[in-house]
């Protein structure tokens, strides 16, 4: 089983600033099959990037992934109201089985 | 437009059973695996379960296997989750979602809760 750690647990910014979010995993993530979500409170988790670093339909390109074998990371260039929220990465290269990160919780400083 | 809308989550007590539905409709059902994924109060998201276009495979988290069951009726393009031996720790929003590895739509989720 993949372990996938994301970090911080908490990222305290303001609006405009640039965010970045990590994700490691315990092993090598066969070709970079790794997801990220966006989940806002009451509502339901949202596909942000797929293949590691592949912008979802209709996503914003000021969000975008980067990242391979076991280091991951997602980017949003500059913060929006709307951006702070809960981040959940996801591997599924050992599909079809597949794990979740614990998330970071994107507030506002 | 895809939609997933899940049903049959309520209050049981422990060891009891539940089976959750989710009706899927906008997309062709047979041409996707299907997952469950379960989320409890407060805290990060968990896969539970998929299931192959035809049902011949199963996989499961290792927490729920030998007590929960997917299956799906293309028929009715539905996918559903039979749980047994509830327990405490079961206690979750569960959501189906499209799978194609990345999970790409999601239903609202049915809130499962196991209590005395």
């Known amino acids: 089983e993949i372990v996938l750690t994301q970090s911080p647990g908490t990222l305290s910014l303001s609006p405009g600033q640039r965010a970045t979010l990590s994700c490691r995993a315990s092993q090598s993530v066969s070709s970079s099959y790794l997801a990220w979500y966006q989940q806002k409170p009451g509502q339901v988790p949202r596909l942000l990037i797929y293949?590691?670093?592949s912008r979802a339909t209709g996503i914003p390109d000021r969000f975008s992934g980067s990242g391979s074998g076991t280091d991951f990371s997602l980017t949003i260039s500059r913060l929006e109201p709307e951006d702070f929220a809960m981040y959940y990465c996801q591997q599924y290269g050992t599909s079809p089985l597949y794990s979740f990160g614990q998330g970071t919780k994107l507030e506002i400083k | 437009e895809v939609q997933l809308v899940e049903s049959g989550g309520g209050l049981v007590q422990p060891g009891g059973s539940l089976r959750l539905s989710c009706a899927a409709s906008?997309?062709?059902?047979?041409?996707?695996?299907m997952s469950w994924v379960r989320q409890a109060p407060g805290m990060g998201l968990e896969w539970v379960a998929n299931?192959?276009?035809?049902?011949?495979?199963?996989y499961y988290v290792d927490s729920v296997e030998g007590r929960f069951t997917i299956s799906r009726d293309n028929a009715k393009t539905s996918l559903y989750l039979q749980m047994n031996f509830l327990r405490a720790e079961d206690t979750a929003v569960y959501y189906c979602?499209?799978?194609?590895?990345?999970?790409?739509?999601w239903g609202q989720g049915t809130l499962v809760t196991v209590s005395s």
């Open positions: 906008g997309f062709t059902f047979t041409r996707y695996w």
């Open positions: 979602a499209r799978d194609l590895g990345k999970l790409d739509y």
């Open positions: 299931i192959k276009q035809d049902g011949s495979e199963k």
């Open positions: 293949a590691a670093s």
